[in-house]
């Protein structure tokens, strides 16, 4: 049981350079999140999934997209990556979509856009 | 929208008890979360408040009071390994997801 899993956990990219960060869970949970954590700025949410089929922006969903690909995967990509997108990028996963529902969260992505 | 706001910086010795406080403002208040981050590490959750009063377990407690929009963690017996980062959060407008605050870094000291 491997929980929230994330890949790749570092990358470095060029500004304009696409990638998609992977996101997978194995505890069967319906609902999964994106979020970037940025030196104080706390945990922001940027897409999320309430439910296979079902995608919505969060607080900072521009310069992102998401693909919820089945009911266990959730990917976020980055079509033209920009300096300001350097971070790090935290999938997390809960049963239902629900505040009181605990969220899993996998181990991050460190992403650098040079 | 939802806001929150909690110190950047807290700072303790081993064996003592100390209390992260957190305000919000929020349209549709459904809870208060905290979740607990060491460096370089993945968030976990500590608790969830819905009702006013405290909640306990182990040595971390949780309060809330819906009329003031406040509520606060609480360490006791405090150890070095919970030198960590603790964030609040509450739920979006919709319900369906979760806005944390920036975070308060405790630093625990011998």
């Known amino acids: 049981n491997a929980g929230v899993t994330q890949t790749p956990k570092f990358q470095v990219l060029k500004t304009g350079q696409s990638m998609t960060l992977q996101c997978a869970q194995d505890m069967n949970h319906n609902s999964m999140y994106w979020y970037r954590q940025d030196p104080g700025m706390g945990l922001r949410l940027i897409y999320y999934?309430?439910?296979?089929?079902?995608?919505d922006k969060g607080e900072v969903p521009n310069g992102y997209n998401v693909s919820r690909l089945n009911k266990r995967e959730f990917s976020l990509r980055l079509e033209s990556a920009a300096p300001s997108q350097t971070s790090v990028y935290f999938c997390a996963s809960s049963l239902r979509a629900d505040p009181q529902e605990t969220q899993y969260f996998g181990p991050g992505t460190r992403l650098l856009v040079l | 929208g939802q806001s929150l706001e909690q110190p950047s910086e807290v700072t303790a010795v081993e064996g003592a008890i100390v209390q992260i406080n957190c305000t919000y403002q929020t349209s549709g208040f459904y809870g208060l979360s905290w979740y607990q981050q060491h460096d370089g590490g993945a968030p976990t959750f500590l608790s969830y408040?819905?009702?006013?009063g405290l909640e306990e377990t182990g040595r971390f407690s949780s309060f809330l009071s819906r009329s003031d929009s406040y509520g606060y963690l609480l360490l006791q017996e405090l150890q070095m390994k919970d030198s960590a980062s603790y964030f609040c959060?509450?739920?979006?407008?919709?319900?369906?997801?979760?806005?944390f605050g920036k975070g308060t870094t405790l630093s625990v000291s011998s």
């Open positions: 408040n819905a009702l006013d």
């Open positions: 999934s309430a439910s296979e089929g079902t995608t």
């Open positions: 959060a509450v739920s979006n407008q919709a319900g369906t997801a979760l806005i």
